[in-house]
């Protein structure tokens, strides 16, 4: 109980929690974005080398601006520095790890994202329709405050491995 605790001190601090008021959305989101690496393990194939980067990648419109630059500059995940890159095509996720998709995208993207059989994508939406069925964590904004839904079955499509903190962060998880 005192682990969970702590840690969920250390993520609300890390993804904008009380400095809610200081930041805006797409600053605490590419938080979140982040900081979900630390807490997934991808499969072995998502990476060429060790020194490869860990790409997160941002599909359509990118809401982000110089917030996703900020949050990664400098950081590693395990032996991979963190780089955000900006794609316009869904058939262009190579390298990629994390997929932001943006909302101007969601309708035309999973199609495509299954017709190319890569595994290993932790693929992130915002689906305000209630059904994020085809992203792995789902971004929602409740009372000004942004929270994450999980949806396990599709991680596991993925061979991601999601840890059981981060699942106890989660508003909802599917199964």
Same mark, same amino acid.
């Given at each position: 109980?005192? %682990?969970?605790?702590?840690? =969920?001190?250390? #993520?609300? +601090?890390?993804?904008?929690?009380?400095? $809610?008021?200081?930041? &805006?959305?797409?600053?605490?989101?590419?938080?979140?974005?982040?900081?979900?690496?630390?807490?997934?393990?991808?499969?072995?194939?998502?990476?060429?080398?060790?020194?490869?980067?860990?790409?997160?990648?941002?599909?359509?419109?990118?809401?982000?601006?110089?917030? %996703?630059?900020?949050?990664? =500059?400098?950081? #590693?995940? +395990?032996?991979?520095?963190?780089?955000? $890159?900006?794609?316009? &095509?869904?058939?262009?996720?190579?390298?990629?790890?994390?997929?932001?998709?943006?909302?101007?995208?969601?309708?035309?993207?999973?199609?495509?994202?299954?017709?190319?059989?890569?595994?290993?994508?932790?693929?992130?939406?915002?689906?305000?329709?209630?059904?994020?069925?085809?992203?792995?964590?789902?971004?929602? #904004?409740?009372?000004?405050?942004?929270?994450?839904?999980?949806?396990?079955?599709?991680?596991?499509?993925?061979?991601?491995?999601?840890?059981?903190?981060?699942?106890?962060?989660?508003?909802?998880?599917?199964?």
């Amino acid at each position: 109980m005192v %682990l969970r605790l702590s840690l =969920a001190m250390v #993520l609300a +601090a890390q993804f904008g929690g009380d400095l $809610r008021a200081q930041l &805006d959305e797409y600053q605490v989101k590419a938080a979140f974005l982040q900081n979900f690496a630390k807490f997934i393990e991808w499969p072995a194939e998502a990476f060429s080398s060790p020194s490869e980067p860990f790409t997160i990648c941002v599909l359509g419109q990118d809401p982000f601006g110089r917030s %996703l630059d900020d949050a990664v =500059a400098g950081k #590693l995940i +395990a032996t991979h520095p963190i780089a955000a $890159r900006r794609i316009a &095509d869904a058939r262009l996720t190579a390298g990629c790890q994390i997929l932001y998709v943006s909302s101007s995208q969601q309708k035309h993207v999973f199609s495509i994202l299954a017709a190319g059989k890569q595994t290993g994508i932790l693929t992130v939406g915002e689906a305000r329709d209630g059904s994020p069925e085809d992203v792995v964590i789902n971004l929602t #904004l409740e009372q000004g405050k942004v929270r994450f839904e999980i949806n396990l079955r599709k991680a596991n499509e993925e061979k991601l491995h999601i840890s059981a903190r981060l699942l106890s962060l989660a508003t909802v998880v599917r199964k």
